[in-house]
């Protein structure tokens, strides 16, 4: 079974940086997406960084709002996923969650991890 542990989060202040990371039980290069999610309190949760695979080539996207602070990268090696979180503000304030997606044929899965507290102060 596929299982997804965040780690790396906390208490920071503004402009400080975090780097969160993903561990994944399972072989990472067998996934299809690697995405982290973030929810604020009172808000739904919000896709805001994720690598996609196509044409067996690495992508990543990111909104607007997190452009140029944060990045996310992998390691198959160590099965990992990194978010490299710089110039953190309050607003970056939730629980980040990782999220890996296995599509083979007809059948996708999704994986989810529990999510990790980034506080983020004036």
């Known amino acids: 079974q596929v299982q997804l542990v965040e780690s790396g989060g906390g208490l920071v202040q503004a402009g400080g940086s975090l780097r969160l990371s993903c561990a994944v039980s399972g072989s990472i290069d067998t996934f299809n997406a690697w995405s982290w999610y973030r929810q604020c309190p009172g808000k739904q949760r919000e896709l805001f960084a994720s690598?996609?695979?196509?044409?067996?080539?690495?992508?990543?996207s990111y909104p607007d709002s997190v452009k140029g602070r944060f990045t996310i990268s992998k390691d198959n090696a160590k099965n990992t996923v990194y978010l490299q979180m710089n110039r953190l503000e309050p607003e970056d304030t939730a629980v980040y969650l990782c999220?890996?997606?296995?599509?083979?044929?007809?059948?996708?899965?999704?994986?989810w991890g529990q999510g990790t507290q980034v506080t983020v102060s004036a």
């Open positions: 690598i996609i695979n196509s044409d067996s080539s690495d992508s990543t």
């Open positions: 999220k890996v997606v296995r599509r083979v044929l007809w059948r996708q899965d999704d994986y």
